[in-house]
């Protein structure tokens, strides 16, 4: 049996091992950039209602029209340019990597970053390099001009802001990469609801740029939807490598559903970047605190004279749980990240964590 899975699973995938989720159990979850918010009760009653008259017997709109031009509106994409949605912003990544995975193509990015770019990679067979940020978790620009001239990398993915570090890069850098870039660079805003800052409006000036953005943050993780938006030549390519149906009937429904309310997710998100400056003010108070800047909705940070294993151990010890970066001796040795919960979430935290550093 083993021996006949060695023979034909691919060996860089049997090297991975499977992306790992915590059980939260019933601890305070401020580990994976979930808005903490439910929908109001007469909000949720009215979904209720209107879910029953779903048919479950057919297959969803085979490219989500509605919900795509609903989304369009939304996130302010601009008139002449097109759009595809996937099962999350996860499936966009696939989806890119399937239509341009030739032998020997690479994908890059700046790293530390969204680990889902280079797991991709290794999935559909093609080339990824990291390129270190600079100490600031800034581009380095001229480490990616020389990677860029020496990889020729069919598309770079840039983070913005950028997960796990938490910060935009500068507008200026992303612009200069376009320029020089041969191939396709995604502008990844996941976190876009947080930090008002986009290159939505600038798809019109380039002719190999695309945005991706997800609907994850904005306090519908569990619909699994996110939307790639640039000119129709790129996406046309694309939508032909994307499996018909991928957006099922209920996410269909209650995403269309969700963004007629969008005053009520945009009040959420309101308060979250409200909370996150609270955040940051009472990690400043914490002696022995090192936390970097953040435009989204989670804060990265470290303890100066503490293993981030034992902060780590004992948060859980007190039922809040956070995410630790293994044993990386690169510029995340020893950081954790905190998400953005409710006042009162944030505040458990901010008590558990002050015990355990003083
Ligand atoms: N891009 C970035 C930068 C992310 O951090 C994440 C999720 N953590 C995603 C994409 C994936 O989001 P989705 O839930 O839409 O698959």
């Not at 986009?198 to 740029?209: G, I, R, V």
């Amino acid at each position: 049996m083993v021996d006949r899975v060695k023979r034909w699973i691919r060996e860089e995938i049997r090297e991975l091992s499977a992306y790992h989720v915590p059980n939260p159990g019933n601890m305070i979850k401020l580990d994976a950039m979930e808005n903490p918010y439910l929908w109001p009760d007469a909000m949720k009653q009215q979904w209720l209602a209107q879910l029953s008259d779903i048919g479950v017997n057919r297959y969803p709109d085979p490219s989500a029209q509605q919900l795509t031009q609903r989304l369009e509106q939304v996130m302010e994409v601009p008139d002449d340019m097109s759009s595809i949605l996937g099962n999350g912003s996860d499936e966009l990544i696939q989806i890119i990597c399937m239509a341009l995975a030739k032998p020997d193509s690479v994908v890059m990015a700046p790293e530390p970053t969204f680990v889902m770019y280079q797991m991709i990679a290794r999935f559909t067979n093609m080339n990824y390099q990291g390129i270190p940020l600079d100490e600031y978790f800034q581009l380095d620009m001229p480490a990616m001009q020389q990677a860029i001239e020496r990889y020729q990398p069919a598309v770079i993915f840039l983070a913005y802001p950028n997960n796990p570090t938490g910060n935009l890069f500068s507008e200026q850098d992303v612009r200069a990469i376009i320029d020089m870039a041969p191939g396709l660079v995604v502008v990844d805003e996941a976190y876009h609801a947080f930090a008002g800052h986009s290159f939505m409006p600038m798809l019109s000036e380039y002719d190999n740029l695309v945005v991706m953005r997800t609907v994850s943050k904005m306090g519908l993780a569990g619909l699994r939807l996110g939307m790639l938006s640039g000119r129709k030549e790129w996406l046309g390519e694309f939508d032909k490598v994307r499996l018909p149906y991928n957006i099922n009937v209920l996410t269909q429904f209650s995403a269309e559903f969700a963004l007629r309310h969008d005053d009520i997710l945009q009040q959420q998100t309101d308060q979250i970047c409200a909370d996150r400056e609270n955040l940051k003010q009472a990690l400043s108070r914490i002696d022995g605190i090192t936390q970097y800047p953040s435009a989204a909705n989670f804060i990265l940070f470290k303890a100066d004279n503490m293993d981030s294993e034992h902060i780590f151990n004992a948060l859980k010890a007190d039922n809040v749980l956070i995410k630790r970066f293994g044993d990386t001796s690169g510029p995340l040795a020893n950081c954790l990240r905190v998400t953005v919960g409710t006042g009162d979430e944030n505040q458990a935290f901010i008590k558990a964590l002050n015990a355990i550093v003083n």
